[in-house]
Every structure is written in C-alpha cells, then in structure tokens.
Nanobody
C-alpha cells in the first residue's frame, strides 16, 4: 500500500507561482512513475505532468513552458513548480504514483487532492 500526502495549493493571482509537494509513504520501493493530474469544475480529470526520471517526463500542452515537474527519490517526493499561472489552471490537483505489483501489472495510487485557485 502507498499513501500520498499533498500540500502547496492555495490562492494566487494570475501570473503568479505555486509549488506543489507530494510525499509517498508505505510500500514505496519500486515506485515507477510519479505525477500530477487535475480536475476543474465541470471537467474530467486530466494529466498535467508525469515523471519517471529527470530526462523522462510527459506534460500537457496547456502547461508546456510554465510548469516543471521534478522528483527526489531519496525523499520519495514529487514536486510541481507552477509559474505564469492562469485562471484556467484553477482546479483540484491530485498526486499519482504507479508501482509494480510483482505480478506483471501496476498499482495506481492517488492523493487526496489540493486546491489551486488562480484569480484574474
């Protein structure tokens, strides 16, 4: 079992910055990909950025050049640096991790979510 604890959300003006944190606890060995998803009112959850290594990341076109994901494997933590925030970035942001089951599949874990609100 993996438990995820998120923090760093809040209210910020357009053009401002926030940094999200997500720490993993429990059965943390062998964690594969870590990342961030978000869900805005009236919309489905979407991928923001994911990371396997410093040179292996994936990101949504809407955040390219503005958001940067990173991870600290020693601390079992993933970060999302969000710059040049826009009102359309307003959403609940969820941490996600994938961990091999040992049976040829992946376990998928989610954090409780942290609210990010960007005022215009």
């Amino acid at each position: 079992q993996v438990q995820l604890v998120e923090s760093g959300g809040g209210l910020v003006q357009a053009g401002g910055s926030l940094r999200l944190y997500c720490a993993a606890f429990g059965s943390i060995f062998g964690i594969n990909t870590m990342g961030w998803y978000r869900q805005a009112p009236g919309k489905q959850r979407e991928m923001v950025e994911t990371i396997f290594s410093a040179v292996s990341t994936n990101y949504a076109d809407s955040v390219k050049g503005r958001f940067t994901i990173s991870r600290d494997n020693a601390k079992n933590t993933v970060y999302l640096q969000m710059n040049s925030l826009k009102p359309e970035d307003t959403a609940v942001y969820y941490c996600n991790v994938l961990r091999p089951s040992g049976l040829g599949t992946m376990y998928n874990y989610w954090g409780q979510g942290t609210q990010v609100t960007v005022s215009s």
